[in-house]
């Protein structure tokens, strides 16, 4: 028995020093797998053409030791990725499963026309979607992330809003598909919410213009 766990004991030690002799260059002699074709699924064609090539760099690394931080880097470059995997399908092919993020509105900076994508980065486009809303303003995008958020948990329906106003105050007013004007105050906008969800749906004020909730406890019905 002693004997048979000396062995162990040897054969672990010559592995470990086979292992710390080479460096990752000379790994390449004990036949790790080296890639050889690797595939990006989930964006438009051009778009996986585009990071196909700038993923050159792949070819022929070793698939064992490959490093997720350099895909990432240059994966990441592209605005429009949300999230994204990486597959190895031993011996030496690679699967990048990429998943876009979702365009939340349309807005304009220098001149250009951006999405606005709910990773929060700003994705330039010259096929504007009609179906989102449009944010007038120099926004901060984290700001309306937020403002997403809350509308989300809320039971007014984001689908309803046909563009959205900021200011440099940070405040916002929407303006619905039926041409209704919501102030929004600064602060409490859950709490905003709550309150236009239960006006909005009301037949009662269907005729209602402009809501105004800037002022805690006051709510201003124009028209």
Sequence with gaps: ??????????????????????T??????LN???INSYKIIGLSNIKNDQIHQDLSILQNKNLFFLEKK????????????????VFKHYPSSLNIVIERTSFLALTKKNGHDFYIGS?????LTDNKRTDLPFVFGNIKISDFLRLKKIIDNSNFNYDNIKNLYYFKSRRWDIETKDDLIIKLPFKRLDVSF?????????QKFKDIEVIDLRQENLVILDG
Excluded: A, H, W
């Design 24 to 29: 990752n260059k000379k790994f390449s002699i």
């Design 32 to 34: 790790f797998p080296e």
């Design 70 to 85: 350099k895909i990432s880097k240059i994966i990441n470059s592209y605005p429009v990725i949300e999230r994204f995997s």
């Design 119 to 123: 990773n929060g980065n700003l994705i």
């Design 194 to 202: 709550d309150i236009l969800s239960k006006i909005y749906d009301n």
């Design 1 to 22: 028995m002693p004997l048979q766990i000396n062995r162990k004991i040897i054969v672990y030690l010559f592995i470990f020093f086979i292992l710390g002799t080479y």
